[in-house]
């Protein structure tokens, strides 16, 4: 069994600053990828942004970029996402991935169930 659970999501005034924490717990032998998605009301999840474990390679949708950080703390099993500058647009529901081999070898993917992120303006 693979756990993924987020924290801090929240309520923030537009510009203002969140930072999402999602930890990997279970049957993991070691994580390839972690990444945040995002899902607005009526529209489909989408890529935030993500990063390879080994090497530390990051990737960012366009919307994101600049704005957002994602990081990790492997010795954690931690993924973070600090949002700076938050637009009302960044509403959404927000779910961590994880891309692993689990203890029997098997590669996997797992999702956390997800953390709200509301922008006023």
């Known amino acids: 069994q693979v756990q993924l659970v987020e924290s801090g999501g929240g309520l923030v005034q537009a510009g203002g600053s969140l930072r999402l924490s999602c930890v990997a717990s279970?049957?993991?032998?070691?994580?390839?990828?972690m990444g945040w998605y995002r899902q607005a009301p009526g529209k489909q999840r989408e890529l935030v942004a993500s990063l390879l474990v080994s090497g530390g390679r990051t990737n960012y949708a366009e919307p994101v970029k600049g704005r957002f950080t994602v990081s990790r703390n492997n010795a954690k099993n931690t993924v973070y996402l600090q949002m700076d500058s938050l637009k009302p647009e960044d509403t959404a529901v927000y779910y961590c991935?994880?891309?692993?081999?689990?203890?029997?070898?098997?590669?996997?993917?797992?999702w956390g169930q997800g953390t709200q992120v509301t922008v006023s303006s």
């Open positions: 991935n994880a891309n692993f081999w689990d203890d029997w070898g098997r590669l996997r993917d797992s």
């Open positions: 279970g049957s993991i032998r070691s994580i390839n990828a």
